[in-house]
């Protein structure tokens, strides 16, 4: 019988190889790992909540029904306000940063999650997902603050997500490598299923709205057609796979070898920047990419180097094997200059705090 290695015990083989670690940054991973666990026993009831569920607004466990997002998110925030390990905490369902309570210990880490993302798959049976990132505190006083949550991608200590789908899986990082754990429910446990992902040289998907496609710029559209072979140097062209769930999306092509883009456009011209959301979304995403041996970039360059101006800002979103992602960027810089010269000033804002 192979060897079954659970998660905890992974991240903490993993921490051996830092001697002055404290074990904090494994009890944190730990305790999210603990809220996918929880989320994850939710949303596989989800469809059951019109059968089992309460018309009065209560589950057959008594509790309150909640939207599945709101649920997620105040269970993570939960699971990790008290455990001395983080000293902020900042989520795509909140609009500013969330303080520790009082009485807690403050730690010397922050969170930024998505607790659900993709919700609107939940009514239709499709895959969501949570994702998460984790930076080091770099501010001086007990409490965390904007200017610990708001760091380049490059320097996070750690990035993962968890896909909701025909099994739950907890795929993160800490810089080592891209591990996944597909979690065994008779057990309650997250177990080693994908050790050391490393993205395919062989692509297979190209992901997008295509739907959007009236709305994108003129190079993202020859892009396109490039993907589809029918541009270029005719090449073979990929297959189209789209969900609409980020986490998905990006994990399908992570294992089969591919692109995601979310891009920017010039529909509204005051808003060029796409839908993605740097702090939530796309610097978690890209620095798994860029651990397993891929590359994220908002066309312009690598967003693990944007230094990031507010917790809601938007990116365009472009992910997947280096060599596919560094075309796109090569086609932006030959077609684009006017969508170019819109989304510069909001990639270079700087954060201005009182
Ligand atoms: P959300 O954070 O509001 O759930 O939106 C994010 C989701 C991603 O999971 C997905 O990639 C994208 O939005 C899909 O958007 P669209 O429906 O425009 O294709
Ligand atoms: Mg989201």
């Known amino acids: 019988m192979a060897q079954i290695m659970t998660i905890e015990r992974h991240i903490l083989e993993q921490q051996k190889q830092f001697p002055n670690a404290t074990g904090s940054f494994t009890r944190l991973l730990y305790d999210i790992a603990l809220s996918a666990k929880i989320i994850a026993r939710e949303t596989t009831r989800a469809g059951l909540v019109g059968i089992l569920g309460a ?19 105040q269970t993570i925030f939960k699971m990790n306000d008290h455990s001395g390990q983080l000293c902020a905490m900042a ?16 730690g010397k880490y922050v969170l930024l999650y998505d607790p659900l993302d993709g919700s609107s798959n939940i009514d239709v049976n499709v895959s969501v997902g949570t994702i998460f990132a984790v930076h080091r505190k770099i501010s001086r006083g007990q ?27 907890m795929v993160y990082s800490t810089g080592q490598g891209v591990h996944g754990f597909t979690l065994d429910p008779s057990v309650g446990e997250f177990l080693l299923s994908h050790e ?77 920047f796409g839908k993605m959301r740097l702090m939530f979304e796309a610097q978690a995403i890209a620095f798994l990419a860029e651990q397993a041996g891929g590359y994220g970039s908002d066309g312009l360059g690598n967003l693990l180097d944007i230094q990031p101006h507010s917790l809601h ?21 030959d077609y684009d200059q006017e969508w170019v010269a819109a989304y510069r000033p909001f990639r270079d804002k700087t954060l201005t705090t009182p």
Do not use: C
Request: aromatic share 12%; net charge negative; proline share 6%.
């Open 143 to 169: 409490q965390g603050t904007l200017e610990d949550l708001l760091q380049p991608g490059r320097r996070l200590a750690a990035s993962g997500y968890v896909t909701y789908g025909s099994s739950t899986m």
């Open 55 to 73: 018309s009065d607004d209560h589950n057959v466990y008594g509790e309150q029904q909640q939207k599945l997002d709101i649920f997620a998110d």
């Open 196 to 272: 050391n992902i490393r993205v395919p040289d062989k692509t297979t998907y190209y992901s997008a709205n295509q739907g959007n496609e009236k709305y994108w710029t003129p190079g993202m559209r020859r892009f396109t057609k490039w993907l589809q072979g029918i541009e270029g140097e005719g090449r073979k062209p990929l297959g189209h796979r789209y969900i609409g769930s980020l986490v998905a999306d990006f994990h399908r092509n992570m294992l089969r070898g591919g692109i995601f883009f979310y891009p920017g456009d010039l529909q509204e011209p005051e808003k060029p």
């Open 313 to 333: 800002q938007r990116v365009p979103l472009i992910v997947g094997n280096r060599d596919l992602v560094e075309k796109a960027e090569q086609y932006i810089r």
């Open 91 to 106: 989520s795509e369902e909140h609009e500013d940063i969330m303080h520790i309570p009082p009485y807690y210990d403050n």
